[in-house]
């Protein structure tokens, strides 16, 4: 090994680590992919999740400054194909291999940027928040998944960007009190929090259900060595927002729910018998 090829695989570490230690359910899905396509899914969620904790986390920072010199820091990255920071040389690998659309990582970084001081929103801006935090996360997977490809690519994109907002609206109302009481945000339009009834929990309940059916047909279609895993992952956010489904408005804004290690593990046996039988 090169000592270059040794720098790659540090950084690469790095971001795998990131996605282990922040998210046992995402880094137990990614390992669930053909092997090719592991780490380069990690080295985006290590960027993602760098970015996120940038504007959720960093309270007693600048996060505005922050977040603009990781923004700078990363396309810097991107043009240069190199960064001492190594989650962004582990994105940037990813992201010149696979020539991942930089429209996308605009998208998300505006999304980041959102969080610094937008605090509610109507329709529109609701669902380009959506976009711009989980539908293009989606899509910057499915550059992986098809590797070039771009007929697959254009075909799958709609059922990808279906999957990302469900996987989204399903944290807003996992992370509601976080989100409302933590840090005053309101992503739900038309919601008053402080009276959250039934009613706008079934609104919320009936189009994430939307989106779970359309990004369903779409993980019957992806390529072999991608339908597995993202399977697994559909199925575990799929099980969470059930959860919450039985539950009172009230319930869900007192308390962060999940789904125990168990209830996962029984996911995956049952995701696997139902893969080995051919009927997912």
Do not use: W
Not at 40 to 55: Q, S, T
Not at 64 to 92: C, V, W
Not at 241 to 252: A, S
């Amino acid at each position: 090994m090169t000592n270059m090829h040794l720098f790659h695989a540090v950084s690469e570490a790095c971001s795998r680590n990131t996605t282990e230690q922040y998210s046992t359910s995402f880094s137990s899905a990614i390992k669930l992919l053909h092997k090719d396509l592991r780490q380069p899914v990690f080295n985006i969620y290590g960027f993602v999740r760098f970015a996120d904790e940038i504007v959720d986390t960093f309270h007693d920072h600048d996060k505005e400054q922050l977040l603009k010199e990781f923004k700078e820091a990363t396309y810097e990255a991107i043009d240069r194909g190199i960064s001492l920071n190594p989650i962004l040389h582990s994105f940037q690998l990813t992201v010149n291999k696979y020539n991942i659309d930089r429209s996308l990582i605009d998208a998300f970084l505006y999304s980041m940027e959102l969080d610094l001081g937008k605090k509610k929103y109507d329709r529109a801006g609701y669902e380009e928040y959506i976009y711009g935090s989980a539908e293009v996360v989606g899509l910057m997977c499915l550059y992986i998944f098809c590797d070039g490809d771009t007929k697959s690519y254009e075909y799958l994109k709609p059922f990808a960007r279906s999957l990302g907002a469900a996987f989204q609206k399903v944290n807003f109302l996992r992370d509601l009190k976080a989100d409302y009481q933590g840090l005053d945000r309101v992503y739900f339009p038309g919601c008053d929090f402080r009276n959250f009834t039934e009613q706008d929990k079934l609104q919320i309940e009936a189009d994430i259900q939307r989106d779970f059916d359309h990004a369903y047909e779409g993980i019957l279609q992806l390529p072999i060595k991608a339908r597995f895993g993202v399977y697994v992952a559909y199925k575990y956010y799929l099980s969470l927002f059930k959860k919450i489904k039985k539950l009172q408005p009230q319930r869900i804004m007192e308390e962060r729910i999940r789904i125990p290690d168990y209830s996962k593990a029984v996911i995956l046996a049952k995701a696997g018998i139902r893969s080995q039988l051919n009927i997912l």
